[in-house]
């Protein structure tokens, strides 16, 4: 359901932006990290509304005409929030080699190593070496954290972005019984906008 949610619903807002049909494959994408994140048995009903709020989101809310949010975070964080479904973080599993493969690979392709250093050092500080053994952690910081139209390329503006969500990831976890990544990235996300605007 997610996949299908924001794959018609990302070709039909590309439509009316652009004028014309193209490969709604941004959306697409999304809808898979919404399905490996989710809340685990959650129904098809909520996971459509929550793959239409991360695509009405990443076309409604923009700064200087770019989206701000992640759309897969921004989705879910609505399904928090309205819909009582909080995420799972089910996929990954005990496969953390896979992550050892694509990290290195996502890494080199879009040098996005800076946001996934400012995130890590203060949680590996201050939850220990062993927080990298987490698939859910690990699936985070590299594929939802570094997602290129909403994290800083700048080197010094993308340490900055990952501290950022590291701090709010802190915060949310000492005060509010919710999952603390998505809030924080979607916080990440909007200060990493302003950081590249006036910087």
Do not use: C
């Not at 619903?9 to 049909?21: C, P, V």
């Not at 709604?24 to 999304?30: D, E, G, H, Q, V």
């Not at 923009?62 to 701000?68: A, G, P, S, T």
């Not at 929030?81 to 995420?87: E, G």
């Amino acid at each position: 359901p997610p996949v299908l949610a924001t794959t018609a619903a990302g070709a039909i807002f590309d439509y009316f932006e652009l004028k014309r049909w193209s490969k709604p494959l941004t959306p697409f994408i999304a809808g898979l990290i919404i399905g490996l994140v989710a809340q685990f048995g959650a129904s098809p009903v909520v996971l459509l509304a929550i793959g239409i709020s991360a695509m009405a989101i990443k076309f409604l809310v923009k700064f200087d005409n770019r989206h701000i949010f992640n759309p897969a975070a921004s989705g879910l964080f609505m399904g928090m929030i309205f819909l009582s479904s909080y995420p799972s973080w089910w996929s990954g599993g005990y496969h953390i080699w896979a992550f050892l493969i694509w990290i290195p690979i996502f890494l080199y392709k879009f040098k996005r190593w800076a946001p996934m250093v400012g995130f890590l050092i203060p949680v590996v500080v201050f939850n220990g070496i062993n927080v990298l053994l987490s698939a859910s952690l690990l699936l985070f910081i590299s594929v939802m954290l570094i997602e290129p139209k909403t994290s800083p390329a700048d080197m010094k503006n993308g340490i900055i972005y990952g501290l950022v969500v590291a701090f709010t990831y802190f915060v949310i976890v000492a005060t509010l019984a919710i999952d603390p990544f998505i809030p924080a990235l979607l916080v990440g996300n909007l200060t990493g906008k302003v950081l590249s605007r006036y910087t």
